[in-house]
């Protein structure tokens, strides 16, 4: 989005990304593992090597998700070209000069610069999804059909060797609408779950998968092979501010010192402007940088930077078609200034029907409830809202442009797209706020397409946009967001007894998107807005952006009757956080449903009707299980636990779901306990120790049995067998994993296949005699 004149190679600006890993969350042993954002992440990644391998071994898939702007796509593409360059002619080893330290750490201040890492990988292919939304789902068949598109020649043999697939912006991209099962003739192989196209899964192949942070919300991590990274801006925003003033002042031919000095002004007039949070993010660090040049540097919300680079596109194409003028079409452009201001939009009120022409495109475009042309359509999409003429200018402009990537890519009859998804977003909510009367029909489009858990976090960025521009758009459109995820939860709560389900994945990426919006209606000086916030996640953690934990405690306070959902993580002495937490749980009594405690805090829960509750290490009095459907209990005080299990006993009857992890309570307690859990579906242990009795304590309603990282023996083994062919019902069994602290596997596993009405579906030994072993019973008519 910088002067579309300045045409210099991506290295004179590009400055190395600030790349974390994020940890594995700790709460999900059922089948997988999540990514856990309120712990604290590792340390930066600085190298390729860092990025691509642990102890010298390849990961086969890694993910980066990152906000707009943040720096993904830019990334993506220096990779390609470090790549390109590790294979080139004249690409010198890096072995010699120190680029990679011993730890294979970059020890240069650039990073990333560790070549041979890269020289390793025979074939890099770079794929931009959005190109394939809606029309393939196959990776591999992308790659492919790219190649021949290009009339290059195409061998199979290409992935038995050492490849990295580089698939650039999942969040653009959605499955063709292929029925499941799919039909025979059909080249679709993906299940039930098509959130992701399909990759090939070989130790050779390394998938490197970028998206914005919604679209892995739901990610389920289930090997060690997999990694997941957050990329968060630069490593020095105020180095990317120097390259980008250089590249501008050198195209004027300024001297440099008067380089250093406009640097050194700009960094001064971000700080009294109060731009910190925005200069962080690269996109709109490099505009922020060029309105500073020409002299346009607003006040600092995200509209008013937008709604000025908006105005400055349609000056750059004035000045290329030496005209005054795009048009004379009467339009009314002071329905708008209230919300911008008329001093640096001089080029917009002149053009302002070019403007609404296309923000009619872009709503209508990111609303299409096909979703294939969403982000990138045919020119016969445009002119169903505006003339070829327009069209034409808008192209002169760059506020649309033709295809141009890196990617490799087939599809010409969609040629089309907005120059960066935020600049459609931001035109949209334009659309959303020149035309309230029709607010009601406007938000009903959007609510019917961003409908489910899958769809409802990617409006994100057009809520941020609508909450600077308007108050009531933006007050409904939080409410949706929170009844979407309300659904989810509930969705979630009734399947997670048959299946891993982590129920808060979306929590803290729809807060922060209601937060981003509240900091924006104030940045924008907007009138008060009410917006809806029903699902909180707190911690005692310092967030990133100044202003937001004052935004937090604001919207909390708005909301604080109507908490639907809180996840709490306290620990290191975080007291006035517990006290925080205590409030919201008295004072959301009839409405808080979903409840999950970390820390050594001590909480009263009187008078909650809780649906869910999953506590850890934390001592809670005055339960009721009433209402309770899955409950969640790991290393909680002995006194806590004991609680716990006498309200269950009296009022858990309609608990489903009962997961005990590091439970130090006698085992007669939980016997006591079992026979009143009149409708459990399934018990999990975890890290619990087990007693051979308690499996005949189980009420009649049980129909699934998990050990996870338990103690067994042979005999516990043939116990639980036993046990199951008892059952009237089919029950399902799982040791997955489990210890086996005999040398008894070959003796158990051919018992086990010995045995009549059970169906084994797994029966492994791993190293340590850890054992993975699946049965169910089998029923006979």
């Known amino acids: 989005m910088l002067d579309p004149d300045i045409d210099v190679p991506l290295e004179r600006i590009y400055v190395p990304p600030s790349i974390k890993e994020l940890k594995r ?98 074939f890099l292919f770079f794929v ?53 099962p799919p039909p025979c ?22 998938n490197i998968i970028t998206a914005r942070p919604w679209k892995l919300a739901n990610l389920s991590m289930s090997d060690t092979l997999t990694r997941m990274f957050e990329i968060s801006g630069v490593t020095n925003y105020k180095t990317l501010a120097k390259n980008v003033i250089k590249v501008l002042t050198e195209k004027d031919g300024i001297s440099k010192n008067d380089q250093q000095c406009k640097c050194i002004d700009f960094l001064k007039k971000i700080k009294a402007k109060g731009l910190h949070n925005l200069i962080t993010i690269p996109a709109v660090c490099v505009q922020l940088v060029h309105q500073f040049y020409v002299g346009r540097l607003m006040e600092g919300s995200l509209c008013a930077i937008y709604i000025n680079m908006l105005d400055m596109h349609i000056a750059k194409g004035l000045q290329k078609l030496q005209i005054k003028e795009f048009d004379t079409e009467a339009t009314c452009f002071e329905k708008i200034t209230q919300t911008f201001g008329t001093e640096t939009t001089e080029y917009l009120r002149g053009n302002w029907s070019l403007v609404c022409s296309a923000s009619v495109l872009a709503f209508k475009t990111l609303t299409d409830s096909n979703k294939e042309s969403s982000l990138v359509f045919s020119e016969n999409t445009i002119t169903n809202h505006m003339t070829k003429t327009k069209l034409d200018y808008l192209l002169q402009t760059g506020i649309i442009t033709k295809k141009k990537a890196l990617a490799l890519s087939s599809r010409k009859n969609v040629p089309y797209m907005f120059v ?37 976090l990617d409006i994100g960025q057009l809520f941020i946009f609508t909450c600077g521009m308007c108050a009531p758009a933006a007050e409904r459109m939080s409410q949706h967001i929170m009844d979407v995820i309300t659904c989810d939860f509930e969705s979630k709560l009734h399947c997670m007894f048959e299946q891993a389900t982590y129920i808060y994945a979306t929590v803290s990426v729809a807060q922060g998107i209601v937060l981003d919006g509240f900091i924006e209606r104030v940045a924008n000086e907007q009138p008060c807005l009410q917006l809806t916030l029903s699902h909180v996640s707190l911690g005692n953690f310092k967030n990133e952006k100044i ?73 809670i009095s005055n339960l009721d299980c009433t209402y309770m459907h899955a409950c969640e209990i790991w290393a909680n005080t002995l006194l806590s636990e004991e609680r716990i299990l006498q309200s269950m006993s009296v009022t858990g009857k309609n608990i489903r779901l009962l997961k005990l992890g590091y439970i130090a309570v006698p085992i007669d307690l939980l016997c006591s306990t079992l026979p009143n859990l009149t409708t459990l579906h399934t018990l999990i242990l975890d890290e619990t120790n087990i007693s051979d009795k308690q499996l005949y304590y189980l009420p009649e309603s049980i129909r699934k049995v998990v050990y996870q990282y338990v103690e067994v023996s042979a005999q516990h083994v043939k116990s639980m067998v036993e046990w199951s062919k008892s059952r009237d019902a089919c029950v399902s069994c799982e040791l997955c994993p489990s210890y086996l602290y005999n040398e008894g596997w070959t003796d158990i596993c051919r018992w086990l296949q010995q045995q009549d009405s059970i169906d084994i579906s797994r029966c492994e030994l791993k190293k340590n005699y850890t054992i993975y072993i699946s049965w169910s019973t089998i029923i006979s008519k």
């Open 25 to 122: 969350g700790q709460d999900d042993r059922q089948g997988g593992s999540k990514t856990d954002k309120t712990s604290t992440m590792k340390s930066n990644v600085n190298s390729y090597k860092e990025l691509l391998h642990r102890d010298g071994n390849p990961f086969n898939t890694i993910y980066i998700q990152g906000n707009p702007g943040c720096g993904k796509t830019t990334f993506a593409t220096k990779l390609v070209l470090d790549w390109c360059k590790a294979h080139s002619e004249n690409g010198a080893s890096t072995k010699k000069i120190g680029t990679v330290t011993s730890r294979g750490k970059a020890s240069n201040q650039t990073g990333f610069s560790d070549l041979d890492t890269l020289r390793d990988y025979t």
């Open 128 to 180: 931009s999804l959005r190109d394939y939304s809606g029309s393939m789902c196959n990776v591999s068949q992308m790659v492919e059909d790219a190649i021949k598109s290009n009339r290059l020649p195409w061998d199979d043999s290409v992935w038995e060797h050492k490849c990295i697939v580089l698939t650039d912006a999942a969040d653009e991209w959605c499955h063709p609408e292929i029925p499941f």
């Open 185 to 206: 003739d059909s080249a679709c192989k993906c299940r039930k779950d098509r959130g992701m196209p399909l990759y090939l899964k070989r130790r050779n192949i390394t």
């Open 420 to 456: 960066h998804k935020t600049i459609q977003e931001f035109l949209a909510s334009l659309y959303i706020a020149m035309n309230q009367t029709d607010i009601a029909d406007i938000l009903n489009v959007i609510q019917s397409v961003y409908c489910d858990a899958d769809s409802i």
């Open 547 to 619: 202003n937001e934990n004052d935004a937090l405690k604001t919207l909390i306070d708005m909301n604080i009757s109507n908490i639907i959902s809180l996840y709490a993580r306290l620990y290191d002495s975080a007291q006035e956080e517990s006290y925080r937490v205590q409030e919201i749980i008295s004072q959301s009594r009839e409405t808080l449903s979903y409840l999950c405690l970390r820390g050594e805090f001590p909480f009263d829960l009187q008078g909650l009707k809780l649906k869910y509750l999953s506590c850890w290490q934390t001592d």
